[in-house]
C-alpha cells in the first residue's frame, strides 16, 4: 500500500488530511520560550492573532530526521507497505534533507522523498495528482517520477503587505526588502523550482490582482484548477477572486489559510494563486 507523507508548510488541514488518507507531519513554530506544532497545536486565525500581539516575530524550525524515522517506521507497519514523502523545497528549510536521512536508515523499503521546488498552496496542486495516483492503484515509484516530472510547471504569484516579515526571516535579502518599503508599494513574489524572485512592485491591492490575473490568464494550464491561498484577509481574497474569475473565466478552485510557518514569512493579508504552466504549444 502507498502512504503519502508532506509536511506542515503544505498547509493542509489536518481533517483535509484525514480526508485524503494522508499524513502530515508538523514544523516548528515558537512565540518566544512557547513552542507550537504547525497546524496541530495552533491554528492560523490564532497564530495571526498572536502574531499582531508579539512584539517580537515568531521562529520557526525543520522537522527532525528522528522525526521522520518514527513516522516512516509507523507508515511501513505493512511489509508491502511503500511511501512517497512530498516535501517542501530545500532552498527555504531544512526539512527535505531531514527526510532523506532518515529514508537511509531503511535501505531495504521503498521510500521515495520528493523535494516539491514549492510550498504551501503549490504543494497542494501535487498533493491532489499523488492521491489521485495512488487510488488509481499507481506504485510509489510511479506517484514519485510524476510529481517530479510536474512540479517543474508549478508558479506560485503572492502578493505580500509588506517584504519586512520574508526579510527578517532570511528569506529575501535586505536590500531588496528596503526597495519595497521606501517605495510603499505592494510586492508580488513569484516562486518556480524554489527560487524567490520579486516579480512586479504596484501600488495597491487592485492593481496587484489586476496583474496577477492577467500573468495567469497567460500562462494557466485550465486542465487543473488553481491553488489559492490567503492569510486572513476574506476581503481580499474575495476581490482577488472575483477579478480571477473575469479576467480567466475561473470557475473552480482550492483554497487553504497560509498557516503559521508559511505565515511567519508572508505576514497577514497576503492573497496568492498556485497553477501548473501550459506546456509549450497549448
Known sequence: MVKIIVDSTSDIPQEEAARLGITVVPLTVRFGTEEYRDGVDLMPAEFFKKFAASKELPTTSQVSSGVFMDVFREQLAGKDDEIVALLFTHRLSGT??????????????KIFVVESGTGSFGIWL???????MRDAGCSAGEIAARIDELK??????????TLKFAQKGGRIPMTVAMVGSLLHVKPILRIQD????????????????????????EEWDRSCPPSLTSAQCPDL????????????????????????????YSGPGAVGMAYFLRKPGF
Open 152 to 161: 517543474r510547471r508549478v508558479i506560485i504569484h503572492i502578493a505580500l503587505e
Open 237 to 264: 481574497l474575495a476581490a482577488f477572486v472575483s477579478r480571477l474569475r473575469t479576467e480567466t473565466g475561473m470557475k473552480e478552485y482550492d483554497h487553504h489559510e497560509l498557516g503559521t510557518v508559511i505565515g511567519t
Open 194 to 217: 524554489g527560487k524567490i524572485e520579486i516579480e512586479k512592485k504596484v501600488r495597491g491591492n487592485q492593481a496587484a490582482y489586476d496583474y496577477m490575473a492577467k500573468v495567469m490568464d
Open 126 to 132: 501535487l498533493v491532489k495528482e499523488a492521491v489521485k
Open 96 to 109: 527535505y534533507q531531514s527526510a532523506c536521512i532518515a529514508r537511509n536508515t531503511f535501505p531495504r523499503r
